[in-house]
């Protein structure tokens, strides 16, 4: 392995600072010999709110591959899509995920009703963006709407704090890109959900974190269990 040098530019961390253990490696990319298979095309299978589709791939060999995928975009928008991740390029965040605090030092989360488990799961507030929308805008919006929360007022742009670049969902399967926002927030009304979300949200103390996660046994979203354990683990 290459020796690092006092040279090397130091890795971000989470918070925007640098850490010289993080700049010790960089992170792994595809090189330009790395082989890679083309996208060739995409036909629609199923419409719908969520859209099935099958995508074709010329493999580095030579050969035909074909993948099924599900997105929210039409044919039009999910190959425009594709078509610049090959060249690298970043797509808008399509939802948030936000990990509220209240000023004394409690997480709030839900209990919903998902309908594709036929059961209630622990999750953070979490929404679709707008289009047009900016991720405060959409954070606050959806806060309201599922919690009766809101951004602190008096903390302006400090209350919402982004991770550095949005996730996606399930690589298997979807497009579909989250930013996960850190919020400082208040109650400020009753929630107001959709009729056919049946929310539940509730406050939970971060010491009482690693109980919560050894007693639970109610369903619980991935990024929900691991935002949770990274807080049960701070030392």
């Given at each position: 392995?290459?020796?690092?040098?006092?040279?090397?530019?130091?890795?971000?961390?989470?918070?925007?600072?640098?850490?010289?253990?993080?700049?010790?490696?960089?992170?792994?990319?595809?090189?330009?010999?790395?082989?890679?298979?083309?996208?060739?095309?995409?036909?629609?299978?199923?419409?719908?709110?969520?859209?099935?589709?099958?995508?074709?791939?010329?493999?580095?060999?030579?050969?035909?591959?074909?993948?099924?995928s599900a997105s929210r975009k039409g044919p039009e928008a999910y190959r425009a899509e594709?078509?610049?991740?090959?060249?690298?390029?970043?797509?808008?965040?399509?939802?948030?995920?936000?990990?509220?605090?209240?000023?004394?030092?409690?997480?709030?989360?839900?209990?919903?009703?998902?309908?594709?488990?036929?059961?209630?799961?622990?999750?953070?507030?979490?929404?679709?963006?707008?289009?047009?929308?900016?991720?405060?805008?959409?954070?606050?919006?959806?806060?309201?709407?599922?919690?009766?929360?809101?951004?602190?007022?008096?903390?302006?742009?400090?209350?919402?704090?982004?991770?550095?670049?949005?996730?996606?969902?399930?690589?298997?399967?979807?497009?579909?890109?989250?930013?996960?926002?850190?919020?400082?927030?208040?109650?400020?009304?009753?929630?107001?959900?959709?009729?056919?979300?049946?929310?539940?949200?509730?406050?939970?103390?971060?010491?009482?974190?690693?109980?919560?996660?050894?007693?639970?046994?109610?369903?619980?979203?991935?990024?929900?269990?691991?935002?949770?354990?990274?807080?049960?683990?701070?030392?």
């Open positions: 392995m290459p020796e690092t040098t006092s040279d090397s530019p130091a890795a971000p961390t989470i918070d925007g600072t640098t850490s010289a253990a993080a700049s010790a490696t960089n992170a792994p990319t595809a090189s330009a010999a790395s082989p890679t298979p083309t996208f060739a095309g995409l036909r629609q299978v199923s419409d719908g709110w969520i859209k099935k589709y099958v995508l074709t791939y010329t493999m580095p060999d030579g050969s035909t591959y074909e993948y099924e594709l078509e610049a991740h090959a060249r690298g390029e970043s797509a808008a965040s399509d939802a948030v995920c936000i990990v509220p605090q209240t000023p004394d030092g409690r997480l709030l989360l839900i209990r919903e009703f998902r309908y594709p488990l036929n059961s209630w799961c622990i999750a953070f507030p979490a929404g679709l963006v707008d289009p047009g929308e900016d991720l405060a805008a959409a954070v606050d919006r959806e806060l309201r709407e599922e919690t009766g929360y809101a951004l602190r007022a008096d903390l302006g742009a400090a209350a919402l704090d982004p991770l550095p670049q949005a996730g996606f969902s399930s690589t298997g399967l979807t497009d579909e890109t989250v930013q996960v926002v850190f919020a400082q927030v208040e109650r400020v009304a009753d929630a107001q959900p959709e009729p056919a979300e049946l929310i539940e949200p509730f406050l939970l103390p971060i010491a009482d974190v690693p109980r919560f996660l050894a007693e639970n046994d109610t369903p619980i979203g991935t990024r929900a269990q691991l935002v949770l354990e990274a807080f049960a683990r701070r030392r």
